[in-house]
């Protein structure tokens, strides 16, 4: 039990890395926060760090995610504690310990995430993505679209009912995050790709 707790602490911690916020600040000397959008994701540093940051960032923030869940299942062998730690990492980047549990919106820590404990139920969730970015070019619904599809994803492929418990509560840490933009979208007020303020 020790290191069961001890794997989800890890994960937390993991996943509150704000790699954003430590690229822009060797970089740059600034704090990420006070620029643009004030994320620290990777569409906001890459604003002002070109696609280097971005790709730099978005990597990075990806690979915590599934590092986190890598780690749990090697040392424990049970997919579903990688679902538990992969849940754990988003939250760290949602709501990061270093940063007074702010953060990004944890879309590239969950790719990351969901890549590892159910990489063919990702598939469709990125083919949905595009696909609303691409019909509506808003950056926003395409990854709350991808964030709520990817739990009926991962029971349609009949993935164990932990890891799709997993799917949902990372899910629901994405869809939370872009409150705001839904608001923006029910209003019509959201802006598009392009001139987009949202962060992954």
């Given at each position: 039990m020790a290191l069961?707790?001890?794997l989800?602490?890890?994960?937390?911690?993991?996943g509150s890395?704000p790699?954003?916020?430590?690229?822009?600040?060797?970089?740059?000397?600034?704090?990420?926060?006070?620029?643009?959008?004030g994320?620290?994701?990777?569409?906001?540093?890459?604003?002002?760090?070109?696609?280097k940051?971005?790709?730099a960032?978005f990597?990075?923030?990806?690979?915590k995610?599934?590092?986190?869940?890598?780690?749990?299942q090697r040392?424990t062998?049970?997919?579903a504690w990688?679902?538990?730690?992969?849940?754990?990492?988003i939250?760290?980047?949602?709501?990061?310990v270093?940063?007074?549990?702010?953060g990004?919106?944890?879309?590239?820590t969950?790719?990351?995430v969901?890549?590892?404990i159910?990489?063919?139920?990702?598939?469709?969730?990125?083919?949905?993505?595009?696909?609303?970015?691409?019909?509506?070019?808003?950056?926003?619904l395409?990854?709350?679209?991808?964030?709520?599809?990817?739990p009926?994803?991962?029971?349609?492929?009949?993935?164990p009912?932990?890891?799709?418990?997993?799917?949902i509560?990372?899910?629901?840490?994405?869809?939370?995050?872009?409150?705001?933009?839904?608001?923006r979208?029910?209003?019509?007020t959201?802006?598009?790709?392009?001139?987009t303020?949202?962060?992954?």
């Amino acid at each position: 039990m020790a290191l069961m707790v001890s794997l989800l602490v890890i994960s937390y911690v993991l996943g509150s890395i704000p790699f954003g916020y430590v690229i822009f600040k060797l970089f740059r000397g600034d704090d990420i926060r006070t620029l643009g959008s004030g994320n620290i994701g990777a569409t906001n540093v890459g604003r002002f760090l070109g696609k280097k940051g971005w790709a730099a960032t978005f990597l990075l923030d990806a690979g915590k995610g599934l590092l986190a869940v890598v780690l749990a299942q090697r040392l424990t062998g049970d997919p579903a504690w990688g679902a538990f730690a992969g849940v754990l990492a988003i939250a760290g980047h949602n709501y990061s310990v270093f940063l007074k549990f702010r953060g990004g919106r944890g879309v590239a820590t969950a790719l990351g995430v969901f890549t590892a404990i159910a990489p063919w139920a990702v598939l469709p969730s990125i083919a949905l993505f595009m696909v609303m970015v691409l019909a509506f070019r808003y950056v926003s619904l395409g990854s709350i679209t991808a964030a709520g599809t990817f739990p009926f994803f991962t029971y349609l492929f009949n993935y164990p009912l932990l890891v799709v418990v997993g799917a949902i509560a990372g899910g629901a840490l994405i869809i939370g995050k872009h409150n705001s933009n839904i608001r923006r979208l029910l209003a019509g007020t959201e802006n598009r790709i392009g001139r987009t303020r949202e962060e992954l």
